[in-house]
């Protein structure tokens, strides 16, 4: 079953902030967040790990709540560059990710 | 450049035809993953290999089949196509084979139109 993602779309001007969650019926080992550019192949943003570690790039943080199976994204001032749908991948064991539905987001002037 | 290439780009095929996605990777990476990808429904996993010679079934794999001969090529045929596999179809890769902590990284993605 796929996570569930929230909001589905979002809408802000540029230097606002946003928070899009990922919440999974299944117990989580990890969760990667994935931006993807209309057009173009999903690009790995961060992953989290069960236990705490984190692991990413950009001025992007997250949080993984395992005993609550969520996981949140946080954009602060955002920028024109985020634009984009935006991808939870759960990982419950083994290699497998199941992807959430998604979330767009755009940023605008 | 290193990365992952997928042919063709798009294609418009009638069903009831057979087609073979391409994909390879010169990262050297053990797995390999294909998905699809329809709005509002995201990206679902339709097969993947932990190494060559392995294939496993992911979420959607009915109508699909893959193979994997060596570590660099993960073809992914449909043997009869049908409308409902209209799709973008991405393949991706990553290092090891713990879903839990390797990126994978996508290739450009197979735009394909079954009529």
């Known amino acids: 079953q796929q996570p569930v993602q929230s909001p589905q779309a979002v809408i802000l001007r540029e230097g606002e902030d946003a928070v899009i969650n990922c919440s999974s019926s299944k117990a989580l080992y990890s969760v990667h967040w994935y931006r993807q550019k209309h057009g173009e192949a999903p690009v790995f943003l961060m992953i989290l790990l069960k236990g705490g570690e984190q692991k990413g790039h950009e001025k992007i943080s997250a949080s993984f709540n395992e005993k609550k199976q969520q996981s949140s994204l946080y954009l602060t001032a955002s920028q024109l560059s985020y634009s984009g749908t935006y991808f939870c991948g759960a990982g419950g064991g083994g290699n497998k990710l199941t992807f959430g539905t998604g979330t767009q987001l755009k940023v605008e002037l | 450049i290193a990365g992952i290439t997928q042919a063709p780009t798009s294609q418009i095929l009638a069903a009831g035809r057979r087609m073979t996605l391409r994909c390879t990777q010169d990262?050297?990476?053990?797995?390999m993953y294909w998905y699809r990808q329809d709005l509002g429904l995201g990206l679902r996993l339709i097969h993947y290999s932990n190494t060559a010679g392995t294939t496993g079934k992911g979420e959607v794999p009915d109508g699909y089949s893959v193979s994997r001969a060596n570590t660099d090529d993960f073809p992914l045929t449909l043997a009869s196509a049908v409308p409902s596999q209209t799709s973008v179809y991405f393949c991706?890769?990553?290092?090891?084979?713990?879903?839990?902590?390797?990126?994978?990284?996508f290739g450009p993605g197979t735009r394909l139109t079954v009529l």
């Open positions: 990262m050297r990476h053990n797995a």
């Open positions: 991706a890769s990553s290092v090891g084979t713990s879903g839990n902590t390797d990126t994978q990284y």
